[in-house]
């Protein structure tokens, strides 16, 4: 069995998600030209997430991937944050960055229950999750 039996597509490509750069409109075109369309959720909403399904359910009939990162977040730990500030503080200077500043945008969200009901609701083709820490002590 090859991969594009396995997946039931035309084409041996799987589209990597990009969480934060790419959409529904990506994955559509790329399950539209026989590859596996990809939809990286990590940053989606439970509604946005909703919105964007029901976009590539109207632009395609094809197979496509959803995508979550399965994780736990971090504990933030000021310790640990001061060392790596201290560390990159001359890197900022030097490029004219306020080492202080905290860049402001979404982050990347486990997948959870809400998601979990978004999808489980969906005619959805294909789901993967990936990120999933092996270790303990990661």
């Known amino acids: 069995m ?46 946005a997430l909703r919105k964007e399904l029901a976009a590539i359910r109207a632009g395609t009939d094809r197979p496509f ?34 080492p202080e500043a905290k860049p402001a945008g979404p982050s990347r969200a486990p997948f959870d229950e809400a998601a979990a009901d978004v999808i489980g609701n969906s005619s959805r083709r294909w789901s993967a999750f990936t990120s999933a820490c092996l270790r303990m002590n990661c």
């Open 2 to 47: 090859t991969l594009a039996d396995l997946f039931n597509i035309g084409l041996p490509i799987i589209q990597a998600p990009m969480a934060g750069v790419q959409g529904s409109a990506l994955a559509i075109a790329v399950s539209n030209a026989g590859g596996l369309g990809s939809l990286p959720c990590a940053m989606l909403g439970a509604e």
């Open 65 to 98: 991937n959803v995508n979550f990162f399965c994780h736990a977040p971090p504990t933030p730990n000021a310790q640990r944050e001061a060392v790596w500030k201290a560390t990159l503080r001359p890197y900022y200077l030097e490029l004219g960055l306020d």
